[in-house]
């Protein structure tokens, strides 16, 4: 086990119960009679993964004292959100490897990821629903909505070497920090904590999501595919203009400019060794991880109103931990 995920499981030691009862709601919700949803849906949730997501529905809510159990079973229902949209998300980008196994995709093919991604979703409004409350549904329908946005603009994103920073922060805002907002906004709503500070649980979700994103953009050149579970260049394949080859376009030399240029709009790997030396000696690595930097101290400030619990002290922790990680 490496120091960071000791790290992060450290922090959620709080809750570990709470997640225990999460994942035993996961499960039991997962069942399906139909043999081959049961075996794809196991496959991808015994990978495992961080549980950040649902890790945050429950903090939140115990930070405000809350005694019921609709934590748990919105805990599940973000997760379920979350592993749909890898099981989508997989066959677009035609990953092969993801939590250091092969993707569903890869093992089960196209057809079956897709219809057990959509198997999963919407078990997940059907879960919803069992907490009664019209509040509840629409900030998940929402985020659901705001989410597959996303998938589309980093889609029309893809191969185009003129992205913005401004319009790649767009894309991960939607795309992976709605669904880290929907998940503390909730937290804080069933707890019945007050407006203004279901505002700020939610702006702390926002910002530590996106912290989250910008640390996994800068992994996918700097990372070890042992220790992030996936292929290390997987963006500069599949010609995805990240936050590193953003910066290095802005800020490269000519001839680096140049070569990030082809290499987004013809996607592959061929020159990978060069574009990471061209992104290291432009400080582009740095910057990204000052963005994260900021966006997690951002995280950190917001939720400066809720009172000092272990709880809290976890919040604060996984905003640290959103930066420093090496998966």
Do not use: W
């Not at 809510?61 to 934590?71: L, N, P």
């Not at 991880?289 to 400066?304: H, M, V």
């Amino acid at each position: 086990m490496s120091a960071a995920t000791q790290s992060q499981h450290a922090i959620i030691q709080c809750i570990a119960e709470d997640m225990e009862a999460v994942n035993a709601v996961i499960r039991r919700q997962l069942y399906s009679e139909v043999p081959l949803v049961n075996q794809i849906a196991e496959y991808i949730i015994s990978a495992g993964g961080k549980r950040i997501r649902p890790a945050l529905v429950v903090l939140v809510a115990k930070a405000y004292g809350y005694r019921g159990t609709h934590h748990h079973v919105l805990a599940a229902v973000i997760e379920f959100i979350h592993t749909a949209t890898l099981l989508h998300d997989d066959v677009v980008d035609e990953s092969s490897l993801r939590r250091g196994r092969e993707t569903a995709n890869a093992l089960f093919g196209n057809a079956a990821s897709v219809l057990v991604g959509d198997f999963v979703y919407s078990r997940a409004f059907q879960m919803m629903v069992s907490v009664e409350s019209m509040r509840v549904m629409q900030i998940l329908a929402d985020a659901t909505n705001v989410i597959a946005e996303g998938e589309v603009q980093q889609l029309l994103n893809m191969h185009d070497p003129d992205v913005t920073e401004e319009r790649y922060l767009q894309v991960i805002r939607s795309k992976t920090a709605k669904l880290f907002e929907a998940a503390t906004e909730l937290g804080a709503l069933i707890a019945g904590a007050p407006a203004a500070e279901v505002e700020a649980c939610r702006e702390y979700g926002r910002s530590i999501g996106t912290a989250f994103q910008l640390v996994d953009d800068m992994l996918d050149y700097s990372g070890v595919a042992s220790d992030i579970g996936k292929n290390v260049g997987d963006d500069l394949r599949e010609g995805k203009p990240t936050l590193p080859l953003i910066y290095l376009m802005q800020h490269g030399a000519p001839q680096q400019r140049e070569l990030v240029r082809n290499c987004i709009e013809s996607g592959g790997e061929r020159h990978f060794d060069e574009v990471l030396t061209s992104i290291t000696a432009s400080g582009a690595l740095d910057y990204t991880r000052q963005q994260a930097e900021n966006a997690a101290k951002q995280a950190a400030d917001s939720i400066s109103m809720l009172p000092d619990s272990q709880f809290k002290e976890s919040l604060l922790q996984l905003s640290a931990f959103a930066v420093d990680r090496n998966h």
